[in-house]
């Protein structure tokens, strides 16, 4: 500390250890935000990945594996069934927002679906 009550760090032109410290907490903590979005979004795309595949397979192929290859029905089927499960992913997203919409400018707190 100085002659006048004021400590080193904080004297002009010097170096202020605590917001250099305070600086770098804020970068590991956004950071470490940033890292669980990231996972969260990984997981989430594996999920439908997942359930793609599962309900894809179970409709499409048959349990009795004859071929090596998928034949034409099987590939025609699981490209529509691809496109299906996009397609009622988008739908149900589009009323889910309209829902939450809707929920916001009444003030209502729970969806109506």
């Known amino acids: 500390m100085s ?19 305070m600086a770098i907490n804020e970068l590991v903590h956004r950071s470490c935000r940033c890292r669980l979005l990231t996972l969260s979004r990984i997981d989430m795309v594996s999920d ?12 499409c192929i048959s349990p009795r594996y004859t071929e090596g290859d998928l034949n034409k029905g099987e590939s025609v089927c699981i490209d ?22 809707n929920a916001q400018a009444t003030g209502a707190t729970s969806f109506g679906l």
């Open 3 to 21: 002659m006048f009550g004021r400590t080193p760090a904080a004297t002009s032109g010097g170096v202020n250890h605590e917001r250099i410290e």
């Open 80 to 101: 529509r069934c691809v496109a299906k499960f996009f397609e009622v992913n988008k739908k149900v997203g589009e009323k889910m927002q309209s829902a939450g919409a």
């Open 48 to 59: 439908v990945f997942n359930r793609i595949v599962a309900s894809c397979h179970n409709k």
